[in-house]
Every structure is written in C-alpha cells, then in structure tokens.
C-alpha cells in the first residue's frame, strides 16, 4: 500500500511511500512526531491498527472515535453480541487477553462437533497457542497456564501459580505485542507508538524481527525516540520529522530511505544512546554490508560510510575522540588483495578484515550455503559440492587475471610506502624512482602469485580460493540461488537476512560461520578481534 505523508511546512508537495515493509517516524520531544503519525492514521483509513504498550497496560481517557478493527472494538462487539456473559475488563491488555481465550473456547468447541458428527479435520492452532509460544520463548524460564478459562503463569522450578497481574511491565508488554499483531486485519497499516516501552534494549531487535515475520503482509510503522531501533530495521523508509505548525497543521519533515544515513544533527542522538558505534563499506540502501552486518553484529550501531579508506580515517577519529563520548567503535572493510602484514596492521586498529576477498564470497561460506540449503530442504551437501565445483572451475579460467590484480595491489601498495619517503633533493628521488621497479620486482610477483594460486587450484583449496578471489559476479555464476531453490541471486540474499532477522538455529549457523571467517569465536563479539587470528 503506499502512503501520503502529511502536509509540508514548505508547502511541497508531500511525500509518498511506496510498498514500504517499515516506516519509522523519529524525531525529538515537542517536533511534532505524535501528530504526524495521528494524521498518518488518517491517511490509512480502515487499514490503520494502532498499538501502544503504555496504552494497552493502564487504562487511559481516549475520547477519541474507537480505530476500526483495533482491540476495543473487537471487545465491544463481543460484549454487545453476548448479552448473557459481559466481560468489564478495563485495560486493552485485559481485554486483548479476553478475546484470546474467547477465540480459543470457539475454536475448540468448534473441534469437538466436527469430530462429534465424524469429520475429519487437525486440531486447532489458535491465535493464544502462538502468542504463548512466542512469549515462552523470549522468556524461557516463564510457563504460560490455561485454567478454568484463565492464563496463569509460574516460573521453572515454582509451584506457585499466578494472574497476569505479578507480571512485569515488560513481560506483559511483549504478550500484548505479539498477541495484538496477530489481530491486525489483512495488509494492516500497523502503527506501533514507542516499541521500546517497557523492553528491554537486548531483545528489541529480535523482538520486532520476529514479531514482523509473523505478518509478511502488513507495514510496520514505528513512532519512535530510539535511533538504535530506527538503525535496527533491515527494509526501513525513515522519516525525520523536525518541527510542526499547529496552526496550519503542516510538518517540516525529511525522507530517508534509511535511517542510518541520519545526518550530523541525528549522529549524535546515536553518541547519546552509548551504543558502540560499526563503520563497514558501502551505501546505505544498495550495499550487502549494510543490510548483513547489523544482523551479525546486533550490538552495534551499523553506520555504512562508501570507501573503505573512510571507514578506517573514521575509526581512527573517532576513537581519537573517546574521551569525550566513551564509545567503542570499530570498522570492518573487505580484505580484497591485502596481504597478510596489511591484515594483521588494520586489525590491530580496531579495523576488521575477513578471511574472504569480498563480502560476497562470505555469502559463498560452507556454513552459510549449508544453512540456506537446509532452510529450503535441500540436499546441503551436494549443494555445497556443487558451488565449490563452480567457483574452483571460475577461479581456474581466472587465474591470471587474478594474480596480475593481485601484483598491481602489491606494487600499488608498495610504491605508496616508498615514495612517501624523505628526500633531500629531486634528484635523489629521481635516483630511488630508476630502481623501483627492480626492488619491487612485479613479474617476480606474479610468478609467486601464480605458483601460490596454481596450489590451491590442485588442491581444490575452496576456503583459499574465497580468500584471494575477486569477482563481483561470483554469487551468480556460483549458481548458489538456483540451487537452493531461487530464481535470482537477490532472492538468496533476502533468504539470508529474512533468516538472521528470525535467530533461530539457521540464523546461529550462519551468525557463526561470518563470526569465524572474521576470526572470532562463536561467543565473542567484534571487540574480540584485537588480538585473535591474523589470517
């Protein structure tokens, strides 16, 4: 569905969003934001679904018109329709919890007459099967009890039995998200005010990744202060709303097609936050690293700045400059045609370097094509087998080519360093240019290139070759999609992230697998990097 942002200060035309999976509405206190996202609601009509944990736990005066399909209503037109049983809940997390169970009650009695007159049909799974599910699983060592027509819960190794009343805020806040989201009506607008109340910051991410993949088919539009959210959302339009006119009911407000792309003034609304700070190569809207690496690295701020000789001068600023904001930072840049005392000298600077050329050779790891393959329930093995067929057969056509790449880097590199050199007048530097080519000596290189390459070619190196082996359309000439069951490269890849947003088990193997080809263990993070593994 597309989207008509409100009314423009500057008397623009307004802005239109079209198919956004998630919109996120940020700004700070007293810019407008509420308003803007009220008018937005407007602006959707019957496909508005407003939720709000603060709203739903305490019970708040909204003389406003009741939202068609929300919570309330649905409550209302089960009470108007029951005149024997009325229910006087007086909170919408009392009356989300109410319909649950309603629904539940009809859809078993509904089993049992089906199987009563001999039809067949599978047991239910109801919408309250699903939320407690979910719940039980951010809080595992919470059980989730149906008694008497009431939820009860205890605690692993409790025997006392208790309301939702002794709940935490949080605890009943991500049961009432994740059970009103499964309410939403069809293709829903579902506007969430300020996701982060009541959660703690260390499930956020994978909270809200879970909760939007359980409704592929509505937009998620968040209103939110927290821009380490906002930087959390994969396929994310962000608008940053500025300041408002009351009068003219008209918004200064600008369109990000990401929110890690905020600009200075947003910059240090994310220094505040004290969230450590993930410079990587690349775009914000078009490049793999900003779409991977805040899903293997969700603990940091992942800020994508284009070149990687700019993610090494800003990690070097920027930690120059901790003693005013005391944030980590680190960087992560594609190894490329580095050599090994190249790696181990930007590692040593906070600078991560994989053990694979290009970020698209990490995508071609064993552990995240087996991951993939599986996931699609494929035969992981023999797809494996079949993608490493490939690439070694890729890279042998390409041998050459590559190790003369490779020699340019070298010589590339080295001419740098020399004549970065002092000299005492232009004739010395005249004098040291004439004996370059001899010290550096590039066909030696190649033929050193072209012996190491040759090795792992007859050794079928597969791990080597991704090391060394630079080619932008190895993810599709691998044939990796097609064997995993898509029809584009781009398919494999959304696969990916659609499988790191949900941390299950596949979304661990592939987690580790890129945690391993950066050298760090399956339990550090990218602080453990000083020191482990060069290469």
């Not at 939720?51 to 309330?72: E, M, Q, V, Y």
């Not at 990690?315 to 005392?341: C, P, T, W």
């Not at 696969?495 to 080809?517: E, H, M, S």
């Amino acid at each position: 569905m597309d989207i008509t942002l409100p009314k423009r200060i500057d008397q623009k035309q307004p802005a239109t969003l079209r198919d956004s999976r998630q919109i996120t509405i940020i700004g700070a206190n007293g810019s407008g934001k509420s308003r803007f996202c009220s008018q937005l609601v407007t602006e959707c009509g019957d496909k508005a679904y407003r939720i709000s944990a603060l709203r739903a736990l305490f019970p708040i005066k909204d003389d406003g018109p009741t939202l068609h399909g929300s919570i309330n209503e649905m409550f209302d037109h089960i009470n108007d329709n029951s005149p024997q049983v009325k229910n006087s809940a007086n909170t919408e997390f009392d009356k989300l919890t109410y319909i649950m169970l309603l629904d539940e009650f009809r859809d078993l009695m509904n089993f049992k007459a089906h199987k009563l007159m001999g039809d067949a049909m599978e047991f239910p799974k109801t919408k309250l099967d699903t939320t407690v599910r979910m719940w039980q699983e951010v809080f595992p060592k919470n059980k989730v009890l149906r008694e008497n027509g009431k939820l009860l819960f205890t605690t692993e190794g409790q025997t006392d039995k208790y309301s939702s009343l002794r709940l935490s805020d949080g605890e009943k806040a991500v049961l009432y998200y994740i059970g009103a989201v499964l309410y939403a009506m069809p293709d829903a607008m579902i506007f969430v005010d300020d996701p982060e109340t009541f959660i703690h910051h260390s499930i956020m991410q994978t909270l809200w990744n879970v909760i939007e993949e359980m409704r592929p088919d509505c937009t998620f539009i968040y209103n939110t202060h927290d821009v380490d959210f906002a930087s959390s959302r994969v396929d994310n339009q962000c608008v940053w709303v500025k300041s408002f006119d009351p009068e003219h009911m008209a918004w200064d407000y600008e369109v990000m097609q990401s929110s890690q792309n905020l600009g200075d003034a947003l910059y240090f609304d994310i220094v505040g936050s004290r969230t450590p700070v993930l410079f990587v190569e690349g775009d914000d809207t078009h490049s793999i690293d900003s779409r991977l690496y805040p899903l293997i690295f969700p603990e940091y701020t992942v800020k994508p700045l284009g070149s990687c000789n700019k993610v090494i001068e800003s990690v070097r600023s920027f930690n120059d400059l901790r003693a005013f904001h005391h944030l980590d930072s680190m960087g992560i840049v594609d190894r490329d045609r580095r050599s090994d005392e190249e790696v181990v000298y930007l590692r040593k600077k906070n600078i991560l370097v994989p053990n694979v050329a290009e970020i698209e050779n990490m995508l071609l790891l064993e552990g995240v094509i087996k991951a993939v393959a599986a996931y699609r329930h494929r035969d992981a093995d023999e797809v494996v087998r079949k993608v490493k067929r490939s690439v070694l057969t890729m890279f042998s056509h390409e041998l050459k080519a590559q190790a003369l790449q490779h020699v340019r880097h070298r010589v590339k590199h080295q001419v740098e360093v020399r004549i970065d050199m002092k000299f005492r007048n232009i004739g010395a530097l005249e004098e040291h240019m004439i004996d370059l080519v001899n010290e550096i000596n590039p066909r030696g290189l190649y033929e050193t290139f072209c012996r190491e390459f040759r090795v792992y070619e007859q050794q079928a190196d597969y791990n080597a070759v991704l090391k060394v082996f630079n080619q932008k359309q190895i993810l599709n000439d691998s044939n990796v999609a097609a064997l995993c069951g898509f029809n584009r490269k781009d398919d494999y890849l959304k696969c990916i992230l659609n499988i790191l947003k949900t941390d299950g088990r596949f979304a661990r193997q592939i987690r580790n697998a890129i945690k391993q080809c950066f050298g760090l263990t399956q339990q550090g993070n990218a602080g453990a990097q000083n020191g482990s593994k060069a290469s």
